[in-house]
């Protein structure tokens, strides 16, 4: 028997869908010579004290998605540690939307403090 996701579980899945596409423009804007998907994932679970913790099934669909919008860029580079790897750059319409984001998500969160008084 299939079990039903209560509406709990279904909003924080939404809402954390939205969260990390703005979090991964975060990390990667602060990051202006570049960092690869570890890396990314590592600063998404450290900084959110695992809140935002992603395995690389979520990650790289992430990244693929905010690339194909001219969000992101990527590059390859040597590693020291073995292969080359990816590494992903924000794009001067990235930096244009996450601006925007962090403006807009700024008014929503403000508006849901007032609404809770």
Known sequence: MKKTQSFEEGWKIEIRRGLLQYAVLAIVRRHEKGI????????LAEKTDGLL???????????????KERLLNDRT?????????????????????????????????EKLEVLKG
């Open 77 to 109: 580079e040597k590693s020291d540690a073995g292969p080359t790897r990816k590494v992903y750059v924000l794009t001067g319409e990235g930096d244009r939307v996450y601006r925007e984001l962090s403006f807009i998500l700024g008014e929503m969160l």
């Open 36 to 43: 690869h998907g570890y890396g990314i994932a590592r600063e």
């Open 53 to 67: 913790e992603v395995k690389e099934g979520t990650l790289y669909p992430i990244l693929h998605r905010l690339k």
